[in-house]
T-cell receptor, first 114, second 113 residues
Framework: NAGVMQNPRHLVRRRGQEARLRCSPMKGHSHVYWYRQLPEEGLKFMVYLQKENIIDESGMPKERFSAEFPKEGPSILRIQQVVRGDSAAYFC????????????FGDGTRLSIL | AQSVTQPDIHITVSEGASLELRCNYS??????LFWYVQSPGQGLQLLLKYFSGDTLVQGIKGFEAEFKRSQSSFNLRKPSVHWSDAAEYFC???????????FGDGTTLTVKP
């Protein structure tokens, strides 16, 4: 899964801080998807972005969470004022075409909230 | 909306024994179907996929899966498991051209020596 790069691999934050997770899609891919995996659960879709556009954010919590995929640079998933329940693994996936499947997954960012 | 059920949370098999992991989906038409494997602390690796055509799909690492429309199932099989197959397995369904996938909660496979 080296093609989709996520960093950091592990992130520790205290309650109330901000977490920023980065995802660089595979070369040539302009579609990015973020998923969250809570302990002992499967991946849950959060948001689907194309360059400079949010296509589907039906899985994003209404507050504190935001995502962007600028024209230049990686996609960013931002969590403000983190709480213990935000502790999870966050995975990014990418695809070359709109709606293309399957996506290629990164190795994830493990977020721990103290 | 589509959904995926993996009825078995945890399965233990002996090395060399056969394996079948169950997956049932709910969707109004023929979806895209996938099986992924996840080792601890790692990302997801695609084992195989079904889009259309032959209902028996061959994947990597000796895995195969069979799409059965009448049963809304896409079970994963391997004739002889190896200790290195111990991992978490996820079944996923995708709506054609919609992008996102819906995952089951996974089945943890333990392999006994």
């Amino acid at each position: 899964n080296a093609g989709v790069m996520q960093n950091p691999r592990h992130l520790v934050r205290r309650r109330g801080q901000e977490a920023r997770l980065r995802c660089s899609p595979m070369k040539g891919h302009s579609h990015v998807y973020w998923y969250r995996q809570l302990p002992e659960e499967g991946l849950k879709f959060m948001v689907y972005l194309q360059k400079e556009n949010i296509i589907d954010e039906s899985g994003m919590p209404k507050e504190r969470f935001s995502a962007e995929f600028p024209k230049e640079g990686p996609s960013i998933l931002r969590i403000q004022q983190v709480v213990r329940g935000d502790s999870a693994a966050y995975f990014c996936a990418s695809s070359p075409l709109a709606g293309d499947q399957p996506q290629h997954f990164g190795d994830g960012t493990r977020l721990s909230i103290l | 909306a589509q959904s995926v059920t993996q009825p078995d949370i945890h399965i233990t098999v002996s090395e060399g024994a056969s394996l079948e992991l169950r997956c049932n989906y709910s969707y109004g038409a023929t979806p895209y179907l996938f099986w992924y494997v996840q080792s601890p602390g790692q990302g997801l690796q695609l084992l195989l996929k079904y889009f259309s055509g032959d209902t028996l799909v061959q994947g990597i690492k000796g895995f195969e899966a069979e799409f059965k429309r009448s049963q809304s199932s896409f079970n994963l099989r391997k004739p002889s498991v190896h200790w290195s197959d111990a991992a978490e397995y996820f079944c996923a369904v995708g709506v054609p051209n919609a992008g996102k996938s819906t995952f089951g909660d996974g089945t943890t496979l333990t392999v006994k020596p």
